[in-house]
């Protein structure tokens, strides 16, 4: 749900508020009482609720979130990468 933030006209009290989409712009300023709430232009603010958003709520040992070409869960790398060495010593009876 977006986070929208309200001033008052009459007391410059601000405040932000979590609302539908669908409700209705506020009025009132909880502070002095008066009807002269104005919406502000913020930057864009929201709340992701419930499970699933987050990287956490979808691991599991050593699985990952990201998919590889195939579909399944990539796991991590935990191999050591081998390194090719030249044999000094086929170089140096060659030359």
Known sequence: MPI???ECGACSHRLEAIQKLSDEPLSVCPECGKPALSKLVSAAGFRLGGSGWYET???SKNKRNL?????ETAKPD???K?????DT???????
Request: aromatic residues 12%; without cysteine; positive net charge.
């Open 57 to 59: 709520d979808f691991k």
């Open 78 to 80: 935990t191999k050591p």
């Open 89 to 95: 010593a086929k170089a140096a009876a060659a030359g």
């Open 67 to 71: 998919k590889d070409g195939g579909g």
């Open 82 to 86: 081998e390194t090719k060495k030249p």
């Open 4 to 6: 929208y933030e309200y």
